[in-house]
């Protein structure tokens, strides 16, 4: 290959990225396109290489793999440090070449046209059949504020689908209030948090954080133990497992965390999982208390999620209702109104449900899981 390589640079603020730039302007050897902070910019333009160093937060053994699948090249830099760990780390990785972060920009240069002109073909795609394989339904179950048994309405949708062919998994998303492990009695780890580092860096398996519950066998994976740990939780990375998830199971129904107003100034992350995964779903069921206030809250959480929504459709659960059968269908004539709904179900009060709670077991056939059904059955697309 005659012409210089395109390459994208990391972004990093080490002095070698600037130096290489400086150098190819002046004296060729590579041409680039510019810095990627994401995966995904790293890919946005046709390159030949991308330059990552040992400290780069969005590498890992996936983001390898998918750019070698692209036929592009990746070039590591790593600081000399005893025993080096960056340049094995990067190998390990299987980046195409590594170079010392003091190298000279020409040793960068020559490294870029080898790893270049090894890598000239692209890999083999993971699915060569080039067959379409059918994803799982991703249902995901949202409080609107919270303390409204979200939870609860969660695990009944995977009880009513869990013999569905191809399998269902529940999984805790709700990274300001997760509860999954506590109500079904299973331990905090391993959890979602582990099933990312096995996705991700390829240490362990996925499987390892899946737990059988102790009532009901239904394939269940923890969340985070506790909601101090919610930056463990990248909204990118949950939804890019969430999709490795739905290849393995024909339904896989997510608890997601009741509040997703977006913040002003650095605190925009916060609540951006919830935001993303309620963007995210296949199916979305949202759960209130069936009272005024209750109704007054989901009306402000709707607010917050219709911008979120290419799908207008909503799956209300409107829950503990203890006002009758008028008073239900005036607070769903209200809600209505606000945005169209793909079905409502008003679950009432049900002393079964405290005492599966108390128990750690399902709750057993009654009113509460009758009232369920119908969008489990949506849900699950029976």
Known sequence: MSRDPAVVLAHTLRPW????????????????????????????????????????????????????????????????????????????????????????????????????????????????????????????????????????????????????????????????????????????????????DAHFRRSGTIDSAVHASPSGGIATMPGIAAPDEWEKLRSG???????????RWALVVANAGPRIELLPGHSRARFGLARSIVASADVLVVVAVASPGGVCRLLEWAVHARPLRKSGALHVVLNRNSGGRFAAASLIAELSRAWPLAAASVAPYDPRVPKAEWQGELVQPGPFTRAIDRVAAAAGGR
């Not at 990375?237 to 290849?247: G, S, Y």
């Open 17 to 196: 990225a600037q130096q290489l730039h400086f150098f190819v302007m002046d004296h060729g050897g590579a041409v680039v396109r510019g810095y990627a902070m994401s995966l995904d910019e790293a890919v946005a333009e046709a390159v030949d290489v991308v330059i990552v160093d040992d400290v780069t937060s969005w590498m890992s053994a996936l983001a390898m793999e998918r750019l070698h699948e692209r036929g592009i090249a990746v070039v590591g830099v790593y600081e000399e440090l005893e025993g080096d760990p960056g340049k094995w780390w990067l190998l390990g990785l299987g980046a195409d070449g590594v170079v010392p972060a003091s190298s000279p920009p020409e040793a960068f240069a020559a490294e870029i046209s080898r790893a270049r002109d090894q890598r000239a073909e692209p890999a083999m795609p993971r699915n060569p059949s080039g067959e379409e394989r059918s994803a799982g339904r991703l249902v995901v179950v949202a409080s609107a504020g919270g303390g409204s048994g979200a939870t609860e309405v969660a695990i009944a949708i995977a009880a009513a689908n869990r013999s569905r062919e191809g399998g269902v998994l529940l999984i805790d998303t709700d990274d300001q209030s997760p509860g999954l492990a506590a109500r079904l009695r299973l331990p905090l780890a391993p959890n979602v948090a582990t099933a990312l």
């Open 237 to 247: 990375d949950v939804l890019e497992l969430l999709t490795e998830l739905r290849d």
